[in-house]
């Protein structure tokens, strides 16, 4: 898809790569860890430092991104990160793959998301027109699904051939996305362009592309403010942020109750991938259990859209919360759970474990672990642009993403630990317990589950003293 007179193919081009390189790294860094250091622990440790990093630098980057050129900022985050993995790659050809280089490269990497990770997505808004952004983000979102889906067995893939590969692989996708970010251009810039070639009837100029894409509205000041000033500054925006969230009982619930789910969710299914390498299983089988949870996102975002205009938003929201719960149960559970059977069911329940091993019986209940994800993102954070002031949205999200991206250090640290010193069920059940704990607390938010369709969310904000947004 394209859009006239945007440099959006580009974009897409840069930031699949981009995305795709992200996606090999959540799941080879643990899995080399672990298969190096043969500890579950040290698994989670480099996880939990990766993800704390990501979480100590979001707000600077938020800065960062905020005053400068974001095509210039993802061309930096493009070329460091293949300096880095290709130095890794060196290393790892020449002296192996060790627990002190993934740490190196793991915590240089978060350096850099934590600071140019959102550079790709705010560059978009200056690629494509403003009333192109809805259909723009549409593809974007069905791309992500399809990177999820293909990241968790490719990057299994690499790892089963070599450990330095999935090095390799994110030095090759860092350069196909620096050299798709030297094609971008910003809309109206692309359109001057193609207008003026039209008008001499020759092909586009090769001048080289405008690097303002991506800057602020208001002129550049002459000098550079002190950073120090501008972290401070961009703090107290936050804090406004934190007290918007503190004004009202039903926000607050609201965003602790996701701010806890999801960091638990992706606890479980980090256990399990860790558990199926952890019992000599291929990497590559385990992968295919981030594919099953990336299958049934997929499926989900195709129902969405029917399901969120006629279905109530606060029972779609209900059911979003409570559905992962005894899918995440059963994954952790499966051979638990189908032995006990055998003794009420033997004949049937016997051919059924004869037929299907246990590894499929895992994928099944991951399948629909989050088939609901996205109409429940749709009425839930549908309803929260309702309600949250125009002025407010960016420092409401920015709040609610960091205080989720705190939680994943301390969910990583106990996949970890607890695979190595409690075992796979046990942690999986306080894992499961601490999900229902979280789903429980969102769904006893009684004006949560009374949302209406959005045709009544005005009203409905107005009636539980919520001040629509204008």
């Not at 200056?126 to 067995?153: C, K």
């Not at 002129?219 to 000033?229: K, L």
């Not at 002025?391 to 640290?413: I, K, Y």
Request: proline share 6%; net charge positive.
């Amino acid at each position: 898809m394209s859009f006239k007179g945007s440099t959006y193919g580009s974009w897409l081009v840069a930031d699949t790569a981009t995305q795709l390189g992200s996606s090999l790294r959540q799941f080879a860094f643990p899995v080399l860890a672990l298969l190096v250091s043969g500890s579950a622990s040290m698994a989670g440790n480099i996880g939990a430092l990766m993800a704390f990093t990501v979480a100590a630098l979001s707000l600077a980057g938020g800065v960062l991104v905020g005053r400068y050129d974001r095509r210039r900022l993802l061309l930096a985050s493009c070329a460091f990160t293949a300096v880095v993995f290709t130095c890794a790659s060196l290393w790892g050809f020449l002296w192996g793959i060790s627990v002190p280089l993934l740490f190196a490269v793991g915590v240089a990497v978060a350096v850099k998301a934590g600071l140019l990770g959102s550079a790709s997505n705010v560059l978009l808004r200056s690629v494509v027109p403003t009333e192109s952004l809805p259909q723009a983000m549409s593809v974007n979102q069905g791309r992500d699904a399809a990177v999820e889906l293909s990241g968790g067995p490719l990057s299994g893939a690499l790892v089963a051939v070599s450990h330095v590969a999935p090095f390799v692989a994110e030095v090759a996708l860092n350069l196909v996305a620096f050299l798709a970010a030297l094609r971008i251009r910003p809309w109206a810039e692309a359109n001057r362009q193609q207008d003026r070639a039209a008008s001499q009837g020759s092909a586009p100029e090769n001048t080289p592309p405008d690097t303002s894409a991506g800057q602020p509205d208001s002129e550049a000041p002459a000098a550079v403010e002190d950073a120090t000033s501008a972290v401070a500054s961009f703090f107290v925006e936050a804090l406004a942020g934190v007290r918007f969230i503190f004004s009202s009982r039903f926000i607050l619930r609201l965003t602790v109750a996701s701010a806890l789910f999801m960091p638990l969710l992706n606890g479980v299914i980090l256990l399990l991938v860790l558990g199926v390498i952890s019992r000599g299983g291929s990497p590559i089988s385990a992968g295919l259990l981030n594919s099953a949870v990336a299958v049934g996102v997929l499926a989900g975002s195709l129902l969405s859209a029917k399901l969120v205009g006629r279905i109530p938003a606060g029972r779609i929201a209900l059911a979003a919360f409570l559905l992962p719960v005894p899918c995440a149960l059963g994954a952790v559970l499966v051979p638990w759970f189908w032995l006990r059977m055998l003794c009420l069911l033997p004949v049937p329940c016997a051919l059924g474990a004869v037929l299907v091993p246990w590894f499929w019986l895992r994928m099944l209940c991951l399948l629909p672990i989050l088939v609901l994800l996205p109409a429940g993102n749709a009425s839930v954070g549908g309803f929260g642009m309702t309600v949250v002031p125009q002025e407010m949205l960016g420092r409401f999200f920015s709040v609610m993403g960091l205080m989720g991206v705190l939680v994943t250090p301390l969910v990583t640290l106990s996949v970890g630990y607890g695979l190595q010193y409690l075992g796979l069920r046990a942690t999986g059940l306080v894992l499961g317990a601490a999900l229902l704990a979280s789903a429980l607390f969102a769904v006893a938010n009684r004006q949560m589950r009374e949302i209406p369709t959005p045709d009544g969310w005005q009203e409905y904000a107005r009636k539980i003293n919520l001040r629509p947004a204008e």
